[in-house]
Nanobody, 124 residues
């Protein structure tokens, strides 16, 4: 069982940066693939980024590639999403997710545990 708690959301102007963090409970955090998803108002939840067990493999949605960076610290049980050059269309609730199987995946249904989300608002 893994519990995930996101933090770091907020209001930022277009072009600015935010750093989201996800703190995970459990002693086997390093064995989970971690991902970030987001859901804008009235929209379905969509994949943002994912990182494999030891961080050797990362995967990004085309919409955030080159602007967002996912990383993890297995010693601290945390995964981070650094978001730069933010755009109004990045406005959404951002969710951290954990997958028990190795391999970064963009598919929501392949993740086993989810956090409650943190809100990101980018003003124009």
């Amino acid at each position: 069982q893994v519990q995930l708690v996101e933090s770091g959301g907020g209001l930022v102007q277009a072009g600015g940066s935010l750093r989201l963090s996800c703190a995970a409970s459990g002693r086997t955090f390093s064995r989970y693939t971690m991902g970030w998803f987001r859901q804008a108002p009235g929209m379905e939840r969509e994949f943002v980024a994912a990182i494999s067990w030891i961080g050797g493999s990362t995967y990004y949605a085309d919409s955030v590639k080159g602007r967002f960076t996912i990383s993890r610290d297995n010693a601290k049980n945390t995964v981070t999403l650094q978001m730069n050059s933010l755009k109004p269309e990045d406005t959404a609730d951002y969710y951290c997710a954990a997958r028990r199987v190795y391999g970064a995946s963009p598919y929501e249904y392949e993740y086993d545990y989810w956090g409650q989300g943190t809100q990101v608002t980018v003003s124009s």
